[in-house]
């Protein structure tokens, strides 16, 4: 524990919140925590840091930036969340939700299809169409990818950067999938 009974040390912090010590440094860099002090040459937060990371890992769990996040937590502890920016959010979500709804119903009928040949069945040619007319948008990390096309969505959208670990039946490294082919 920290030199007051109402302050937490940083390895007390990492512990309880589960970040690594290096991301309580960003959130500093960005003005969303700050330390009360320093015992020898650990930084000292106060208990209620704790409360203010739940609300940061709350707010990227729904997808704000810490940049959309950071006037939401203000320094002197009163929060001043924008409700017309929440409902925005949850619009956005929704439409997320619709959109990968539509796109894992296509997965399935791909998936359990009698034609003989995908490219035979209308309701895998309809997907393609609307993947080719920009209505099915392909994330921002997929057009980043070399070797694909970078398709002009109908609108954009935001999304995490490919730069985490890809899963176990991700294509190797410099393999060209486009993202449209279908077994």
Same mark, same amino acid.
């Given at each position: ?9 940083? *390895?007390? #912090?990492?512990? /309880?919140?589960? $970040?690594? !010590? ?10 969303? &925590? @700050? ?11 106060? *208990?209620? #840091?704790?409360? /203010?990371?739940? $609300?940061? !890992? ?10 959309? &996040? @950071? ?13 017309? #920016? ?98």
């Amino acid at each position: 524990m920290g030199g007051h009974a109402n302050e937490l040390d940083i *390895a007390e #912090v990492v512990r /309880r919140s589960g $970040l690594p !010590a290096s991301t309580l440094r960003h959130y500093e860099d960005k003005g969303l &925590i @700050a330390p009360v002090g320093r015992h020898g040459l650990r930084r000292q937060y106060a *208990a209620s #840091v704790l409360e /203010r990371l739940a $609300l940061i !890992a709350l707010g990227r769990a729904a997808g704000f930036s810490l940049d959309e &996040i @950071a006037p939401m937590l203000a320094a002197d502890g009163r929060h001043r969340i924008d409700r017309a #920016v929440l409902a925005q959010k949850a619009e956005a979500l929704d439409a997320t939700i619709h959109r990968l709804a539509a796109m894992r119903d296509g997965l399935r009928h791909a998936a359990a299809c009698p034609a003989p040949s995908h490219m035979e069945c209308p309701t895998f040619r309809r997907i393609v169409r609307a993947a080719t007319s920009g209505v099915i948008a392909v994330p921002e990390r997929a057009r980043r990818k070399p070797g694909l096309p970078t398709p002009q969505p109908a609108r954009k959208s935001r999304t995490r950067s490919a730069s985490k670990g890809q899963s176990s039946s991700a294509p190797p490294s410099g393999s060209r999938n486009t993202g449209t082919r279908m077994p």
